[in-house]
């Protein structure tokens, strides 16, 4: 009778543990998460993708993590990865950097289980590959699951422990060197699509989004042959690696020469004795002015330039969603009067100057402060996004969807003025508005980001942003090359500014960004 008993007690708490939402067994061993948004979301943080690319690892693909017994505590996000401070505007929520940085979090509805196969959207950040995290409280997962998705943000390496390139490095790594941080997502893309299921998520329909850096790297493993297959719709916010930009890709050639030149004054010999330097001495000498680690063009992760694979057709044919913030270019309202702006013209484009001032006028103060603020965005995110949509347009043979976003924000602790500014479409894209220090947020600003959650997850489960009450959003193949304008009365219509993208293909000036 009382062996009887122990066993009926052991049962049941064998059974209670099986039931209990929060414990999920991964490919790597059991992990314990919590609650968050008064129980609504379920998450599951600081879970590791890939071992920690510390040691004889650092500057090499990422390896798959260590098992584990027992059960591992995923209530607290794991360290962000090491790097200089950016932008103001980062704020980070886990116990500081770290070069043992590859972590993701899961966030799922509360009513998930392992059976839910729920679409899944994959998070990249922003930061221009030299900053940010997957745990700033503007991207966290307490609002867009409850739209009955799965949501994923990682962390992946940055700047010169993400991207340095050197001769010795690619002869030890088959002639390839460089894009670690591009590795790192494709290896977080590999965890989900193994491991996503036991989360209540889909790994056949797979979203992968992201703003600025985290869109131009959503462009970019569109193009890369070692992605293929790991996702299965795209929403690139600011940013495409395609045309001029702020991010541009060098040749391996290039970058082995430049960076060669970099290690040089390091003092050091081989790539032995360079992993053996301290993580911060590397940062601290990676962060002097002038010093830069871009992605490139590796020959494995992209065997050739972007534009190259889009204009061959040969990137995923998979539905996009792209577009980019009204005031992308608010910092250069400094050229907004009639004299500076015509200056800047001649300056800029010479015998192509009169051209120039018809699409972007400039007649009276205000009317040259706006041009001002139109050019700067077009030369530093606009073209290269809206060149990413009409070569999709062109060869994806796939669904594509082209938005502006124009409601202008009130100032806030980090973004003085009334602008719709580079990054402002994030805490309405995850329901985050109150995380915005100093923000007063009105109502307007709250339907927007509710209507913009419901696009983004009807996209995400469909392939079509479009359902529901929300206003129509036509395909950008259609007639006319039409957008939605998200504003506090969204509206869709005709391209009327396609004919400065046209002009601005012709040649550029080399923008200070």
């Given at each position: 009778?009382?062996?009887?008993?122990?066993?009926?007690?052991?049962?049941?708490?064998?059974?209670?543990?099986?039931?209990?939402?929060?414990?999920?067994?991964?490919?790597?061993?059991?992990?314990?998460?919590?609650?968050?948004?008064?129980?609504?979301?379920?998450?599951?943080?600081?879970?590791?993708?890939?071992?920690?690319?510390?040691?004889?690892?650092?500057?090499?693909?990422?390896?798959?993590?260590?098992?584990?017994?027992?059960?591992?505590?995923?209530?607290?996000?794991?360290?962000?990865?090491?790097?200089?401070?950016?932008?103001?505007?980062?704020?980070?929520?886990?116990?500081?950097?770290?070069?043992?940085?590859?972590?993701?979090?899961?966030?799922?509805?509360?009513?998930?289980?392992?059976?839910?196969?729920?679409?899944?959207?994959?998070?990249?950040?922003?930061?221009?590959?030299?900053?940010?995290?997957?745990?700033?409280?503007?991207?966290?997962?307490?609002?867009?699951?409850?739209?009955?998705?799965?949501?994923?943000?990682?962390?992946?390496?940055?700047?010169?422990?993400?991207?340095?390139?050197?001769?010795?490095?690619?002869?030890?790594?088959?002639?390839?060197a460089g894009n670690y941080g591009f590795m790192d997502m494709i290896a977080a893309l590999e965890w989900v699509n193994k491991s996503i299921g036991q989360f209540g998520g889909n790994p056949n329909n797979v979203t992968i989004f992201g703003e600025s850096a985290g869109s131009f790297a959503v462009s970019?493993?569109?193009?890369?042959?070692?992605?293929?297959?790991?996702?299965?719709?795209?929403?690139?916010?600011?940013?495409?690696?395609?045309?001029?930009?702020?991010?541009?890709?060098?040749?391996?050639?290039?970058?082995?020469?430049?960076?060669?030149?970099?290690?040089?004054?390091?003092?050091?010999?081989?790539?032995?004795?360079?992993?053996?330097?301290?993580?911060?001495?590397?940062?601290?000498?990676?962060?002097?002015?002038?010093?830069?680690?871009?992605?490139?063009?590796?020959?494995?992760?992209?065997?050739?330039?972007?534009?190259?694979?889009?204009?061959?057709?040969?990137?995923?044919?998979?539905?996009?969603?792209?577009?980019?913030?009204?005031?992308?270019?608010?910092?250069?309202?400094?050229?907004?009067?009639?004299?500076?702006?015509?200056?800047?013209?001649?300056?800029?484009?010479?015998?192509?100057?009169?051209?120039?001032?018809?699409?972007?006028?400039?007649?009276?103060?205000?009317?040259?402060?706006?041009?001002?603020?139109?050019?700067?965005?077009?030369?530093?995110?606009?073209l290269a996004t809206w060149t990413w949509l009409e070569e999709h347009r062109r060869t994806g043979d796939a669904p594509t969807f082209r938005y502006h976003f124009e409601l202008p924000a009130t100032p806030s602790k980090f973004h003085e003025g009334t602008f719709?500014?580079?990054?402002?479409?994030?805490?309405?894209?995850?329901?985050?508005?109150?995380?915005?220090?100093?923000?007063?947020?009105?109502?307007?600003?709250?339907?927007?980001?509710?209507?913009?959650?419901?696009?983004?997850?009807?996209?995400?489960?469909?392939?079509?942003?479009?359902?529901?009450?929300?206003?129509?959003?036509?395909?950008?193949?259609?007639?006319?090359?039409?957008?939605?304008?998200?504003?506090?009365?969204?509206?869709?219509?005709?391209?009327?500014?396609?004919?400065?993208?046209?002009?601005?293909?012709?040649?550029?000036?080399?923008?200070?960004?």
């Open positions: 009778m009382k062996c009887g008993c122990i066993l009926a007690l052991l049962l049941g708490l064998t059974i209670t543990m099986r039931a209990d939402p929060l414990v999920v067994k991964t490919k790597e061993g059991k992990v314990q998460g919590k609650t968050m948004n008064n129980g609504k979301v379920l998450a599951w943080l600081g879970l590791p993708y890939a071992a920690p690319p510390t040691g004889d690892l650092r500057w090499k693909a990422p390896q798959p993590p260590a098992k584990w017994s027992g059960l591992r505590d995923a209530t607290k996000f794991g360290a962000h990865c090491l790097q200089s401070e950016v932008f103001d505007d980062m704020v980070f929520e886990d116990d500081g950097p770290s070069e043992d940085c590859l972590f993701l979090n899961v966030y799922a509805p509360a009513a998930a289980t392992g059976k839910s196969n729920l679409p899944v959207m994959f998070w990249i950040h922003g930061g221009g590959y030299n900053g940010g995290a997957s745990n700033e409280p503007r991207h966290n997962g307490d609002f867009l699951p409850l739209k009955n998705v799965i949501l994923v943000t990682i962390n992946y390496r940055l700047g010169v422990f993400g991207f340095l390139a050197t001769a010795d490095l690619a002869k030890e790594a088959n002639g390839a970019t493993l569109m193009a890369s042959p070692l992605a293929k297959g790991l996702f299965h719709k795209a929403i690139g916010e600011s940013g495409g690696a395609l045309g001029s930009s702020a991010l541009l890709y060098d040749p391996l050639a290039e970058r082995e020469r430049k960076d060669a030149e970099w290690v040089a004054g390091l003092n050091v010999s081989t790539i032995a004795e360079l992993r053996k330097l301290p993580a911060q001495a590397i940062l601290d000498a990676a962060g002097k002015p002038g010093v830069q680690f871009p992605p490139d063009v590796d020959g494995k992760v992209l065997t050739e330039p972007v534009a190259a694979t889009y204009a061959a057709g040969k990137q995923a044919h998979i539905p996009l969603i792209a577009g980019w913030n009204a005031d992308e270019g608010n910092s250069d309202e400094k050229f907004g009067t009639v004299e500076k702006w015509k200056q800047k013209a001649q300056q800029d484009f010479g015998d192509r100057a009169a051209e120039f001032l018809k699409l972007y006028p400039g007649d009276t103060d205000p009317q040259a402060r706006r041009s001002a603020i139109d050019f700067g965005g077009d030369q530093f995110i606009a719709a500014f580079h990054s402002d479409d994030i805490e309405y894209v995850f329901g985050t508005l109150d995380t915005r220090p100093g923000f007063n947020v009105r109502p307007e600003d709250r339907t927007l980001s509710d209507q913009i959650m419901t696009y983004w997850t009807n996209f995400a489960k469909t392939g079509d942003p479009n359902g529901g009450n929300l206003p129509k959003w036509p395909n950008y193949k259609d007639e006319g090359y039409p957008l939605i304008h998200l504003n506090s009365v969204i509206t869709s219509g005709p391209d009327t500014r396609r004919a400065r993208y046209l002009f601005l293909q012709k040649g550029m000036p080399t923008g200070d960004y």
